[in-house]
């Protein structure tokens, strides 16, 4: 999913908004929406950035780094073990990111004149986690959330918004038929649990391993050109 470094900015690490991150090139003066992505365990920011092909010029996408380093260009949003049982989280970890993403979220928008309503977050695998567990948590902070070849953690369950205060969110769940890192059980799951919510969203399924396949693109950038961000 990469795009040439030009099509990049420097990395940005201001300790107030508690996250280093990118952004896509070029970037609105004036943008009309924000989709903040953000990458699986043991990968980085750059790997995101072509979901960012073929979004609204208006946009400014945001490339957020995971504050765990496993390794030279390695990060992660927390450790996670993958047993015979399914994937072992570090919830500890798991919590701490998700409220540092919630904080970041919310300093992004006063930093660049952005709206809950003009936010979008999504992610692949621990991103799309993140992303899920941020905006399930905190619904007034994103318009909806994308959740590519993730899951949404069981844990989270005692920290999910009231239905009521869902009722505006919007969700997009893609994933891999064939994915052997997070079967795509998880994904049934997801839907039958956003249902359940009432959280109105797309489900989409994909011949696919655990990957974002160009069908996966481009489902979820139709879905996002159809969130009508509101200033």
Known sequence: MNVAPENLGDLQTDPHLGLSYRLVQPAPANP?????????????????????????????VILARGP???????????????TAQGPSANIEEAKRSRQTLTQFVQRVQA?????????????FSQGGIMSASVALSN???????????????????????????????KAFVGHGEHDKVLP???AHRSDALLTQLGV???????????????????DF??????LNPQP
């Open 32 to 60: 009309h929406r924000c989709v903040i992505l953000l990458h699986g365990v043991g990968s980085n920011e750059v790997n995101m950035a072509g979901l960012a092909r073929g979004m609204d010029p208006a946009t400014l």
């Open 68 to 82: 765990l380093t496993l390794g030279p260009g390695q990060f992660a949003w927390f450790r996670v073990a993958f």
């Open 111 to 123: 930093r660049y004149g952005i709206t809950p309503a003009q936010t979008v977050m999504a992610g």
């Open 139 to 169: 619904p007034e902070s994103v318009a909806g959330f994308g959740l590519l070849c993730g899951r949404i953690p069981p844990e989270l369950e005692p920290h999910l918004a009231t239905k009521e205060r869902l009722a505006k969110l």
């Open 184 to 186: 795509v059980a998880w």
């Open 200 to 218: 109105a969203h797309a489900f989409h399924l994909y011949p696919t391993d655990h990957s974002i396949s160009a069908a996966m693109q481009t």
């Open 221 to 226: 950038l139709a879905w996002l050109a159809s």
